[in-house]
């Protein structure tokens, strides 16, 4: 879920750039205040929050109520505290975008491509679901049908996240740094090396064989995401 930190800064958690490992250090510094909606809401959704349900998603043991028995299930429960708009600490981090593809790509296909939501729910929506049917096991297949489908994917992406009302976007290049940045700058107590010690979290398996780009289809995807590239100061 995008969480929001006891102090009232909001942690906005694009897939595939380090956010699971972000979670589990403000879970473990006692950070957080409450889980906001989905796992990766973007920008609207966090600034609409009772637009798009409001409710936080939590697996846990429940009664069902008509079925009369205790379940292990996904369950949505209300937020603990509406979400303020004005005058709030937004953050995030991004990748470089080809990366983005390459990590996606290993996680997939080392999970058997599962299906990921659907962007038009309310209630089951992923801001990748748009990549679900897409999956192949040769990763040049897989960024062609992208390019095809949905040329610029990435740089899209991340524009669900940064937009006006982000209040930093650092980098998983150097996440652990640009987060300890963001906990200095909210004036946060922590003990800096505890969060330096943390360990991966999440992090894909390596493919079978070393990703190849093809050099052609390299160069397109990056005239694709040259806009991404450039904003994000990935550009050479």
């Known amino acids: 879920m995008a969480v929001q930190l006891k102090c009232g800064a909001v942690f906005l958690h694009i897939p595939k750039t380090g956010g699971s490992w972000v979670t589990k250090v403000f879970e473990a510094l006692d950070l957080v205040g409450h889980e906001i909606g989905h796992k990766h809401s973007d ?38 505290a509406p979400t303020p708009v004005d005058g709030v600490y937004r953050f995030c981090f991004v990748r470089h975008p080809l990366n983005w593809y390459e990590s996606w790509w290993k996680y997939e296909s080392s999970h058997g491509w599962k299906t990921f939501g659907d962007v038009n729910n309310v209630e089951d929506w992923h801001p990748n679901a748009a990549l679900n049917g897409l999956g192949e096991d040769d990763f040049n297949t897989f960024m062609r049908n992208i390019v095809e489908r949905y ?86």
């Open 151 to 236: 040329p610029g994917y990435v740089t899209e992406l991340f524009g669900l996240y940064t937009q006006p009302g982000i209040s930093y976007i650092g980098k998983q290049e150097s996440l652990t740094d640009d987060l300890v940045h963001v906990l200095k700058h909210l004036n946060i107590n922590f003990d800096e090396q505890q969060v330096r010690d943390m360990k991966p979290q999440n992090v894909s398996r390596a493919p079978k064989a070393p990703i190849a780009w093809d050099p052609a289809l390299k160069s397109q995807v990056e005239r694709l995401e040259y806009a991404g590239l450039v904003r994000y100061g990935y550009a050479q």
């Open 43 to 80: 920008m609207v959704r966090v600034l609409n929050e009772g637009r798009f349900g409001g409710f936080t998603q939590v697996v846990r043991d429940v009664v069902v109520p008509k079925l009369g028995k205790k379940a292990r299930e996904l369950t949505a429960w209300p937020a603990a």
